[in-house]
């Protein structure tokens, strides 16, 4: 079945500096790969998403790029800022009807003031 | 938009009682639905996901069961509880194009 590896599992960056979170998916039918943050105690929001047939995406301080001969996909976050401390998740579902995502392990990222 | 209620929002069972949690959708019809498990500061385990009113896929063997009765109503449910059930359990459904969102959950602790 499908599989998604998620890496480093912490982060930690001082304010103002980028950070980066890679996947990688081993059923080459996926082709939704959408990013989730959650914060403690709480649901995971999605904060990003990617197609299979668009390499990159960007929406302000956050930006996913996707390499699909590969199977890896990556979110960046730009400018970090402490409210930007949270859990994220990669995930990846195929096309099919039922549409079930697979997650990542999760990377706790934590953005020093 | 859909919006997923989900309860109980915590509880706590002791070892060997039963469990029911239920999840409804509104603003949608036909909806996927899914429920997941997070374990304390772990990841997202998916359990059950359902396509339609009766139709339940399992993706792990374990002690928990589910059932679709209606349209946009998800039940989590067992018989007898472990230990090993505790956890953060988290309602899902599908919106347009893929998008999965995920509803308030429910905090299980067995004792």
């Known amino acids: 079945g499908e599989n998604v590896e998620q890496h480093p599992s912490t982060l930690s960056v001082q304010e103002g500096d980028s950070a980066v979170i890679k996947c990688t998916y081993s059923?080459?039918?996926?082709?939704?790969f959408p990013w989730y943050k959650q914060e403690l105690g709480k649901r995971p929001q999605l904060i990003i998403d990617i197609r299979s047939n668009v390499g990159e995406k960007k929406d302000q301080r956050i930006a996913v790029t996707l390499n699909k001969t590969a199977k890896h996909f990556s979110l960046h976050i730009t400018e970090t800022q402490p409210e930007d401390s949270a859990v994220y998740f990669c995930?990846?579902?195929?096309?099919?009807?039922?549409?079930?995502?697979?997650f990542g392990s999760g990377t706790r990222l934590l953005v020093r003031p | 938009s859909q919006t997923i209620h989900q309860w109980p929002a915590t509880l706590v069972q002791p070892v060997g009682s039963p469990l029911s949690l239920e999840c409804t959708v509104e603003?949608?019809?036909?909806?996927?639905l899914y429920w997941y498990r997070q374990a304390a500061g772990r990841g997202l385990q998916l359990l059950f996901y359902s396509v339609g009113i009766g139709q339940i896929s399992s993706e792990v063997p374990q002690n928990l069961s589910a059932s679709r009765p209606q349209d946009r109503q998800f039940i989590l449910s067992s018989k007898k509880l472990l230990l090993s059930d505790s956890g953060f359990y988290l309602c899902?459904?599908?919106?347009?194009?893929?998008?999965?969102?995920f509803g308030e959950g429910s905090w299980l602790t067995v004792v």
């Open positions: 995930a990846a579902s195929r096309r099919d009807s039922s549409y079930k995502l697979i």
């Open positions: 603003g949608t019809s036909n909806p996927n």
């Open positions: 059923d080459s039918a996926s082709n939704y």
């Open positions: 899902a459904c599908d919106g347009s194009g893929n998008t999965i969102y």
